[in-house]
């Protein structure tokens, strides 16, 4: 590992070492602010937490536009079942692991906390020669992309927008998918757990996960799919359904799924039958995409204040979670390999009264977009529940012809020695949100290698932290 990438991972730990799921990004915003000033730079916010660090330009660049460079403060914070992290205090334990870095049992936030070492460690280097630099640094990126919306016209200058939240070193993003979440509740009809009765935990684990927008198109299982379909199973036993918890994020592919189930005590033997046979199928029809994909029933304490769901509640349920699509739905008819939209059954959260279940949808085409979310509402209806769609997010129409696009390929090609790869993504980017509204803004994104992002498999490819860097030090060069 080469100097310079050792001070930006140095960076990165520290940014690891403050807690900053989406929605509680106030800690690393006021450290974000304490380095500014550490470091004599002038730095502005907002009431949602945004930042923007100004960095002066080097000798003889007086004269350039501004650049912005921008990546989110926030991470999706998923843990491995056995994890004992807490999220709302620990420190991210990294783990070095040859050419990789990960964290231990948890997202390792790379996603986008990389993008904050590389811009500050800009900011810190002042033999680097660039223009003006707005480095800005916004929140809630992984949930509502609330920051980049609530932006006002005068927080950036910049003329030009270097977006650090793409995923794979020597591909340049010019265009991403639009996106909608939609919130269905349903409401629950409850009755006692006969004392006859036993209680289990049906639980659905194993599964790979992944980014709902990159991974989408390697056809992973789905955790709550796979619960749902094996309490179908169940139901002909008179089992009765009390709860349904799966998934963490409305963005990542659930791999966890369980439901808590009161059953008659002579057919525990007989549910463990149909269970693994399930299972047995399910491995088969995903063969190679899902070889820990687990479905297993464990015993659990029984509590007379217990209360279970009707069975006509637990049948409609049981339809709808079946019935909502999950996955592609169309590819594009321009680019063959990009996904054009798709859904993901993202949560599954039950309460005493009601039953929350969260689904998002991406599109390039917004009219598709629409069409797909209007099927999932009409679905919901269906089953009585009612609907709560999001204002959701604009797609990022590419510009081929767009000279910063051309000036990033002479770039790479000088430091690199060949050219980048050119690509429009299924996953969603503030460059969207913030194209529109800063009209004329000319933009694009790139970054290290990160794999599993939005999973506990996250990792950084730390060769690639080098080339980038190497990339994104060319490029400012050249703006003078």
């Not at 470091?39 to 007086?62: A, C, M, Q, R, W």
């Not at 998934?247 to 549910?271: F, V």
């Not at 820990?292 to 509590?303: C, N, P, Q, S, V």
């Not at 008819?333 to 798709?342: A, C, H, I, K």
Request: net charge negative; with cysteine; aromatic share 6%.
């Amino acid at each position: 590992m080469d100097q310079r990438t050792q001070s930006i991972l140095s960076i990165f730990e520290q940014i690891s070492s403050i807690p900053r799921c989406s929605k509680h990004e106030e800690r690393i915003a006021n450290w974000l602010k304490e380095w500014a000033l550490s470091h004599g730079l002038s730095f502005k916010f907002d009431s949602f937490n945004n930042v923007v660090i100004t960095v002066p330009p080097s000798p003889g660049y007086e004269r350039s536009s501004a650049v912005v460079i921008q990546g989110h403060m926030d991470m999706v914070c998923e843990k491995t079942e056995s994890s004992t992290h807490d999220f709302s205090k620990d420190p991210i334990k990294l783990v070095y692991d040859g050419d990789w870095l990960r964290a231990d049992g948890t997202t390792l936030g790379a996603d986008n906390g990389i993008a904050l070492a590389m811009a500050l460690e800009l900011a810190q280097d002042r033999t680097i020669a660039h223009p003006l630099l707005e480095l800005l640094f916004t929140v809630d990126e992984e949930t509502s992309m609330q920051g980049v919306n609530a932006l006002t016209p005068d927080f950036i200058s910049g003329e030009v927008l270097l977006n650090l939240d793409s995923e794979e070193d020597g591909v340049f993003i010019v265009g991403c998918a639009g996106g909608i979440t939609t919130r269905i509740e349903m409401s629950t009809d409850r009755i006692p757990v006969p004392g006859s009765y036993s209680i289990c935990r049906l639980i659905a684990e194993g599964m790979a996960g992944g980014h709902s927008g990159v991974d989408i198109h390697e056809k992973r299982a789905n955790a709550n799919k796979v619960l749902a379909a094996a309490i179908e199973k169940l139901l002909d036993l008179n089992i009765l359904l009390i709860s349904v918890e799966g998934g963490k994020a409305h963005n990542a592919i659930p791999r966890y799924s369980q439901a808590l189930l009161a059953y008659p005590r002579d057919c525990l033997e007989e549910m463990g039958s149909i269970i693994a046979q399930l299972q047995s199928e399910l491995r088969l029809e995903y063969a190679d995409r899902e070889p820990g994909l687990t479905l297993r029933i464990e015993k659990a304490k029984f509590d007379d204040k217990l209360q279970a769901l009707s069975p006509g509640t637990a049948a409609k349920l049981v339809v709808l979670l079946l019935s909502l699509p999950h996955g592609v739905a169309s590819m594009s008819s321009d680019l063959p390999e990009l996904v054009e939209t798709s859904s993901n059954l993202a949560t599954v959260k039950t309460s005493m009264d009601s039953i929350i279940i969260v689904t998002s949808q991406r599109s390039s085409d917004m009219e598709k977009l629409a069409l797909l979310t209007e099927k999932i509402n009409k679905l919901a209806r269906s089953a009585g529940a009612t609907v709560l769609n999001s204002e959701g997010y604009p797609s990022w129409k590419p510009d081929m012809r767009s000279p910063l696009l051309q000036q990033c390929k002479e770039a790479y090609s000088s430091v690199c020695c060949e050219d980048p790869r050119i690509e429009v993504i299924h996953a969603g980017l503030e460059c969207a949100v913030i194209g529109s509204k800063f009209v004329g803004l000319d933009m694009i994104s790139f970054g290290p290698t990160i794999k599993n992002p939005h999973s506990p498999d996250e990792r950084l490819y730390i060769p690639s932290v080098s080339r980038t860097w190497e990339f994104l030090v060319a490029l400012l060069a050249s703006f003078r």
